[in-house]
């Protein structure tokens, strides 16, 4: 099945790689009553974060989450220590459109987080809202405002992959080369954290607890009181939205 209803799931796991080992969790779970199109996928020296979007132009079978799990997967085959990310969201796009003959804005799109580590450095890419995190001496925020920035606009997905609109994954590779990316010397950083938007509202949106705080509560406990704070607003009044509830997934490493 491409893609499931996921209550919350919590989970750990640790990576033997560069330069030791990498402690990885997870969280995440759905919006309620809707089958979630996030994707997490932990790989041995990176992790993929990614928010799918269907088409609202013409809905088609596949939706936002099965566009994730197809760039997820050919991400994954493609990830490698050298290659700048951009290059290899590119080529996973490129890919893509060709194999199931994706049509620019009329096809499902996707958010794009990556983080990559070696030896030497930890590298990341943010392409729409799911931005990445890094914690060291002080917090490195990594975070694509460009599309909350057009919101007010409500005719917003005219914008869509257009210079001086907003950019995310979906059929036309120029995107990935939109994305925001950064690199940091792995020494210097204890702790990256990946979030869909769904998670980091809390931070940016409903100020619950701030990057630094994210970084040190349990995963699930974070989801827990974004949904008891999206429930206590269920009109959208304190925080205008488009619905009560998001998709949730957040992973956390400590390098």
Not at 57 to 81: F, H, K, M, S, V
Not at 107 to 124: C, F, H, K, L, Q
Not at 166 to 178: F, K, L, S
Not at 193 to 221: H, K, N, Q
Request: charged share 25%.
């Amino acid at each position: 099945m491409l893609s499931t209803y996921v209550d919350k799931q919590d989970s750990s796991t640790q990576v033997d790689t560069y330069g030791g080992t990498v402690k990885i969790e997870t969280a995440e779970q759905g919006a309620p009553g809707r089958v979630t199109e996030d994707r997490i996928r932990v790989l041995p020296n990176a992790v993929v974060v990614l928010d799918g979007v269907t088409s609202r132009t013409r809905p088609p079978d596949r939706n936002g989450g099965w566009y994730a799990t197809q760039l997820a997967d050919e991400l994954a085959r493609l990830i490698n220590d050298t290659d700048p990310l951009a290059d290899l969201l590119a080529q996973a796009i490129t890919t893509l459109v060709a194999r199931h003959d994706l049509v620019p804005g009329d096809s499902p799109s996707s958010t794009a987080a990556i983080v990559r580590w070696t030896e030497d450095t930890i590298d990341a890419l943010v392409l729409c809202d799911t931005p990445v995190v890094a914690f060291g001496r002080t917090t490195h925020v990594l975070e694509d405002t460009r599309l909350e920035d057009l919101r007010p606009d409500p005719d917003i997905l005219r914008w869509k992959n257009k210079p001086g609109g907003y950019w995310v994954a979906e059929a036309e590779p120029v995107a990935a080369h939109q994305a925001l990316t950064a690199s940091w010397p792995r020494a210097e950083i204890e702790k990256v954290i990946v979030a869909t938007d769904g998670v980091s509202c809390g931070v940016s949106e409903y100020g619950l607890f701030t990057w630094e705080e994210l970084a040190r509560i349990p995963l699930g406990e974070a989801l827990d009181r974004i949904r008891e704070a999206e429930r206590g607003d269920s009109e959208h009044k304190r925080w205008p939205r488009f619905k009560t509830h998001d998709d949730q997934a957040i992973v956390r490493l400590c390098t």
